[in-house]
């Protein structure tokens, strides 16, 4: 706790509160279902319509018709009828994991800076084939499989005086002149000693169903740093560049090998997409309304089993 003196009778006292427990989720609804994207059985909360589609999505093909869930209709109506807040629990059938990064290049080609994972899960989050493939891309510069749905990233800016970087997520669909930049984090660096280290800046954290020995679910979360992106967090940092520069604040430190930092940060001007996430929406045939039966939108009662544990789990 400081103490700071500031006029006769008046003292400013600042509470230390970094190491209070976060405040239980408040939110006027909950449901659970399916949804086009997003994380998977974890109670995410959103605040607006607008937020809900950015995060979950609301329409998907289904061979040659647009096919819409009804947890999408159920969150439109809410925030209509005035409601503010809802916490959304994403099921699924089947395994679904969250997609990465193509690769990122430096000057240094046996490590990638940094690699990045989507927040949510599934293969609709993929528009690129592999690591090294960077996305196959128009004549307009749009990718061949980017949609409204998943992203791409850029990099820009590389200042290697200072060994900073400029990180843009666009959205999937877009072109080089028609650029729709999702998120833009300025000045990252490698160096965990800086105050806009990647991990710091973007976040770490990596939510997902755990099952205890005595089988209670709930939501664990591993990582240091807060997710502050609203997409991506960092899945890995693949070299650190530890006080990037020496004492004089000028010169650019090296690495143990001797090779210098500014090899490990990304080369300017390159993008790229993501790949490898896994899990497709289904629809179960005529599940829809009245032709709702044993199967629902693709699932049947037992999916719902663990997020319905999740929502009930107190602690």
């Known amino acids: 706790m400081a103490e700071t003196l500031i006029s006769p009778g008046v003292l400013a006292r600042e509470n230390d509160n970094s190491f209070l427990a976060p405040l239980p989720l408040e939110a006027g609804a909950a449901i659970i279902g399916p ?9 995410t909360l959103v605040t607006s319509y607008g937020e809900y589609q950015n995060k979950f999505g609301t329409a998907f093909t289904s061979g040659s018709t647009k096919q819409e869930y ?4 159920a969150v439109k109506s809410y925030f209509n009828q005035g409601g503010n807040s809802m916490l959304v629990t994403r099921v699924t059938s089947g395994n679904f994991d969250p997609a990465s990064n193509s690769a990122v290049a430096a000057a240094d080609a046996g490590v990638a800076p940094f690699t990045l994972e989507t927040l949510g899960k599934g293969a609709i989050f993929n528009n690129t084939t592999g690591s090294g493939d960077s996305g196959a891309e128009n004549s307009d510069g749009s990718l061949v499989s980017g949609s409204s749905d998943n992203i791409r990233w850029a990099i820009a800016n590389v200042n290697n005086a200072k060994g900073t970087f400029t990180l843009q997520l666009r959205r999937g669909d877009d072109s080089t002149k028609n650029q729709i930049i999702l998120e833009s984090f300025n000045d990252l ?3 965990p000693n800086d105050e806009n280290y990647i991990e710091a800046v973007i976040g770490n954290q990596s939510k997902g169903k755990t099952v205890d020995a ?3 679910i709930y939501v664990k979360t591993t990582g240091e740093y807060v997710n502050r992106s609203n997409y991506v967090r960092v899945a890995s940092v693949g070299r650190q560049t530890l006080d990037y520069l020496a ?3 000028q010169t650019v430190n090296t690495d143990a090998l001797g090779n210098s930092f500014k090899n490990s940060l990304p080369t300017n001007n390159q993008k790229g997409g993501f790949h490898t996430g896994a899990g497709e929406n289904v629809t179960g045939g005529n599940s829809y309304f009245e032709e709702i039966g044993e ?3 693709g699932l049947v009662a037992g999916d719902y089993a663990d997020a319905i544990s999740i929502l009930g789990n107190q602690d």
């Open 189 to 191: 660096s490698l160096d």
């Open 35 to 43: 949804s086009v994207k997003g994380p998977v059985e974890v109670p």
């Open 70 to 73: 009804l947890t999408s209709i």
């Open 247 to 249: 004492n004089d604040g």
């Open 295 to 297: 199967t629902t939108q």
């Open 214 to 216: 005595d089988g209670s």
